[in-house]
């Protein structure tokens, strides 16, 4: 059985986030925004894809119960040196895409960083809306097409230095990212918010969160749309 290529970036991208956490980190924040519009506090979530685990511990921290899933062991490993006392925090590695999405298991499920790594992202979106119990809240990101900050990056080969952009297997502009969530069920309610790019942690760089030419991530929250009775 092949390792998983997470495994080897693990601790590295631990640390980065570690520090990334202790100077400023945009997508906690921008997560834990969205989590307080729409999901209650005492809520299930599920961090599907969840790393070492820290934007479980952001979300555990501001009062959710929170299950992290990865199918890589090594992140499971990093996550599971978090120090949990005093909060509903669980991590578990899963062996298949499917494993974990339980139906209607969860209030709400964060899938960050994952959806540009998933050769065919229907089933998962699928798997994540008959996961959720009503009314049941995404809260997705994806890999911006748009992002001239991405463009950039790709040119300079900037991403040679970041071992998690190497398997990238999609990229989506916000009206495609839209399409692809409508088809599966889910309408769009927050968002999108673009980070990832020098322009983050500007004083005035919150004015460019919602330009899709900037960050090279989109974050977006969306809820399952209600089951139409057969005729």
Known sequence: MSQNP????????????????????????????MAARGIPKGSVILDYGCGPGRLSLLLARAGYRVRGVDMSAGMIREAEKLDRRGLDLEFCHIHSPEEGLRRESFDAILC???IEYVLDPDPLLQGFRHALRTPGML????ANR???WRWYTDRRNARADNPMWAPHNRMWTWSGFRGLLRHNGFQPVFGPKFFESPL??????HWFRSIPFTGSLGLVAARPEPVRPAR
């Open 112 to 114: 960050s960083s994952v």
């Open 139 to 142: 809260i997705i990101s994806y």
């Open 146 to 148: 748009s992002s001239l």
């Open 200 to 205: 983050d942690w500007k004083t005035w760089g």
């Open 6 to 33: 997470f495994d080897e970036v693990a601790e590295k991208f631990a640390r980065a986030t570690d520090r990334a956490l202790e100077h400023g980190y945009l997508r906690g924040e921008l997560v834990l925004e």
